[in-house]
């Protein structure tokens, strides 16, 4: 692609599309250009807010005419490489969604956001496999694989797939399936989050049959930090598939929006998700109650719309960088463990927050339809995200890569999700390490056949 210093903007063909065209002079650029994510944002010549899939396709002919750089937004909450200059493509007003009760499926957009799916499922006793935020774009999420709430109980988002529209390089609008196009279908699932093969405009997906579960967090002081990490990773291989847990930790601003509790506190949370009864999810419980007092306890019984108590992540926009690294079947020692807390605690030059995901059960497994989700075979997810707003960007780098360095022993791989901001150094290796050398090998030589002129940029 061409470097913006050394092309003109070319007037993009605004008759041609129904959504509307921005430039950077108009009064809804900058707006269209933010996302979740506020510590950077897409600079293009030219955002086309697409109304459906034939708006997309005008906007990549466009890019691929002319050699623009070119981009997707839908939530902003992962943004990629930031554009300057080219094309930016909004999906956020393609919004339909149809549940399929009896099939239990859904065909949503590409700027469906999982509460909205989330919303729609439960009028019919279903839940799709959302994550943590409720904001946080489906599409995406699930192109990039996808880790749950009860992930280790139904494996990965792209693993329940059905189907994908998707606009390629070479403007055809493709109805991607297992047998329409295999290896394309094998590649978006896990591989094709942020473009790489082209922009999907909307999934098929499977919807599993959970009305309710048990879970909420245990919040501790985060004097028993430690002893909640070891005591959580001593409990993790007791518990079954159906439960899936992290622990965070994070030192809260004092700020009066947040809980008397919590303010000006350093805590330690355990997440907690387990598709059972009340009673067997108390008794899988209590070991983590026996480390000590608890600050607070939400655990209950909650219908799956109320699913985001689980991890109360903040819905406002803000500015934030990190990454992540999967660890094999056993977390570093506790030395090592210690030393990463030290790091990401109060003393942190700005608000940093860590967490350990518990991987394995279905996540573990191959679906039957395989993908390109890569690293099955870890055991535990850690990430490490920081507040920019503020911060010094290179004293966050060092901090994060320190943190890397720390636990490389045990690293097997990263997450095509997870991935937060260009100001600091994330995940190492990139989007690379998030598949093997097989798998690698095998999304560049699709990428080859289906983006020769690498219009989405690499994979």
Known sequence: MADRATVSPVPFPTGRVRGRVLLPDDDAYSEECSGFQAGYRHCPDVVVC?????????????????????????????????????????????????????????????????????????????????????????????????????????????????????????????????????????????????????????????LMPVEQFYGGQLLFDGELAEDVVEGWRAWTPTVPEELTSSVTLLDYPDIPVLPEHLRGRYVAQVQIAYNGLQADGERLVDPLRAIGPRLAETLRTMPYSESAGVYNEPDRPHGYAGGNVLLGGELPDAGVLRSVLELTGPRAPAMTVLSLRHLGGALGREPEVPNAVGHRDAGCLLVVLSVTEGAALAELGALHERVFELVEPWTVGSNRNFRYGRAARTTPGGVRAAHDTGHHRRLTGIKALVDPVNLFGRV
């Open 50 to 206: 697409a109304a459906d899939a034939e708006d997309v396709r005008t906007a990549v002919r466009h890019a691929a005419a002319h050699e623009l750089p070119f981009a997707v937004q839908a939530t902003g909450h992962g943004l990629g490489t930031a554009l300057d200059g080219g094309v930016l493509v909004s999906t956020r007003r393609m919004t339909d969604i149809h549940v399929d009760a009896a099939a239990r499926t859904a065909r949503i957009g590409a700027g469906v956001r999982w509460g909205q799916v989330i919303e729609e499922a439960a009028r019919f006793g279903l839940a799709p496999l959302s994550g943590s935020g409720p904001g946080v774009g489906a599409v995406s999420y699930t192109l990039n694989g996808g880790v749950g709430l009860l992930a280790r109980q139904y494996g990965y988002a792209a693993d329940h797939v059905r189907s994908l529209d998707v606009v390629t390089s070479d403007t055809r609008l493709r109805h991607v399936t297992e047998d329409s196009d295999p290896e394309l279908f094998w590649a978006l699932r896990g591989g094709g989050g942020r473009g790489g093969f082209g922009v999907v405009t909307g999934l098929e997906i499977g």
